[in-house]
């Protein structure tokens, strides 16, 4: 093995153990062009000068800036429509003939640059149903770059023409220069942290939905088991999870029942 690859499979390893994120070895490539930028910009001569320091001194903050660079944050509004439709057709109605104290709450458990959670928050917003109801979206992601994106709300015009459509960027949208920012009433329903999903989760309050969508993808069958796990202890039990469109509980965590009707949502059960 030259000493490329053990410093590539070194920083495969770390990746695996920090975020359950899997990468094989044909990714070398990948982890090789968003590393090398990173040893740059923390003053590193190169990879291999990064990957020294990081075997004898594994500082906190070099990791995760190593971590975050190989995270995917591929996002847009209102991705794959039919678990908005949902949760505007049967999931918020269904939840709030359930809750006398009217308030719904809401996780966005991988939520990259925000796109995810603000769209949720427009649905229930636009839900007639949820009139008077207080929602409360819990926006959270492992990359610190992502929490900030989220909680800042502010998107370019290529970002905001993935999805967003005219109508709802000028209702819930401010301009800002050649941007956009999420508006008051997006950003007052909304609080964003780092949140890594491998370890124990701090999050005290039940949530009544919890979105944990294109995440369970990037790791091992252990790890997908033990999130599933997590998702159990903090959802209420009438609550309900949406996957991804590729992801499923199914071989995974028997506690979980799939919504008849609902494509990728379930319930604890
Ligand atoms: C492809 S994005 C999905 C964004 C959004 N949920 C969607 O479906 O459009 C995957 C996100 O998962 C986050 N992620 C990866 N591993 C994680 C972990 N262990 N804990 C929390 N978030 C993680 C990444 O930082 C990234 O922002």
């Not at 995810?116 to 979206?137: H, K």
Request: hydrophobic share 45%.
């Amino acid at each position: 093995m030259t000493e490329l690859s053990l410093d590539l499979t070194f920083l495969r390893d770390l990746v695996r153990r920090e975020s359950g994120i899997v990468l094989e070895s044909g990714k070398d490539y990948l982890v090789s062009s968003r590393v090398t930028p990173v040893a740059h910009d923390l003053g590193y001569r190169g990879l291999s000068d990064l990957v020294r320091d990081l075997r004898h001194h594994p500082a906190a903050r070099t990791t995760s800036r190593v971590v975050e660079a190989l995270t995917t944050n591929e996002t847009l509004w209102f991705r794959d429509l039919e678990p908005f439709a949902a949760l505007r057709r049967v999931i918020l109605p269904e939840l709030v003939r359930a809750r006398p104290a009217r308030r719904v709450r809401l996780w966005s458990a991988a939520c990259s640059s925000g796109q995810e959670p603000y769209s949720a928050l427009m649905t229930a917003f636009e839900t007639p149903d949820m009139m008077g109801i207080a929602v409360q979206m819990l926006a959270t992601d492992l990359s610190a770059a992502m929490v900030e994106r989220t909680r800042e709300g502010r998107y370019s015009r290529v970002e905001v023409a993935r999805g967003l459509g005219r109508e709802r960027l000028m209702r819930w949208f401010v301009a800002d220069g050649e941007h956009w920012r999420a508006g008051p009433e997006l950003t007052a329903a909304l609080s964003a942290k780092v949140v890594n999903l491998t370890r124990p989760l701090p999050v005290a309050e039940q949530q009544d939905v919890i979105l944990l969508r294109n995440v369970l993808i990037y790791f091992d069958v252990e790890t997908k088991r033990e999130v599933l796990r997590r998702m159990r202890r903090v959802l209420a039990p009438d609550g309900y999870l949406m996957l991804g469109a590729t992801e499923s509980t199914v071989g995974l965590d028997d506690a979980w029942r799939p919504v008849a009707g609902l494509p990728g949502v379930y319930r604890p059960g």
